[in-house]
């Protein structure tokens, strides 16, 4: 006796759970986790924003001397409240859409940065510490296999 493909499909929801309720579990869980990452923003040393839909707070340990590590990061509504504990906090806050969505995509939260873009982060951080009121942002070069769209899909390489 076979069973109908509809009836194939309501015993699996039935031992395996409904796949709508579980991606939407799922993604309400690792919104909260981001939520609950705002809270860290003011242990960040920068800001670094895509001008609406990204931000990533970054801190340096000197004593540490490792890398630099992700201590907050989100997109829309989150990257919103990033930003204005930032400036609540006179974090500095860099648009810097390459490297946001860089930091986005290749890192996560408490944790340290891709290795590829440690001299990226390392222009900004410099940046940042010995910068005057007049400076001028520097060039910050992102490697070309770390560029991504805002939907996280790579960016072709310039011919």
């Known amino acids: 006796m076979m069973m109908t ?25 690792q919104e909260a986790a981001q939520r609950g990452s705002v809270a860290n923003v003011d242990q960040a040393q920068v800001v670094i924003t895509n001008p609406q839909h ?5 801190r340096y ?3 540490e001397g490792s890398a630099p ?3 907050a990061k989100g997109t829309e509504q989150i990257a919103m409240s990033i930003r204005e504990k930032a400036d609540a906090a006179g974090i500095p806050v860099l648009e810097i859409p390459l490297l946001a969505r860089a930091l986005y995509y290749t890192s ?11 001299r990226a982060v390392a222009t900004v951080l410099s ?7 007049n400076a001028v942002m520097p060039d910050i070069d992102v490697p070309s296999e770390l560029r991504f769209d805002q939907n996280g899909r790579k960016l072709e390489a310039a011919k």
């Open 5 to 29: 493909r509809q009836e194939i499909k309501d015993e699996n929801k039935q031992t395996e759970g409904s796949p709508e309720v579980k991606s939407r579990i799922r993604r309400l869980q």
């Open 127 to 133: 940046f940042i510490f010995q910068a005057g009121p």
């Open 69 to 71: 590590k992700i201590v």
């Open 61 to 63: 340990d000197f004593e």
């Open 54 to 58: 990204f931000a990533i707070a970054l």
């Open 108 to 118: 996560e939260i408490g944790a340290e940065i891709h290795a590829d873009l440690y």
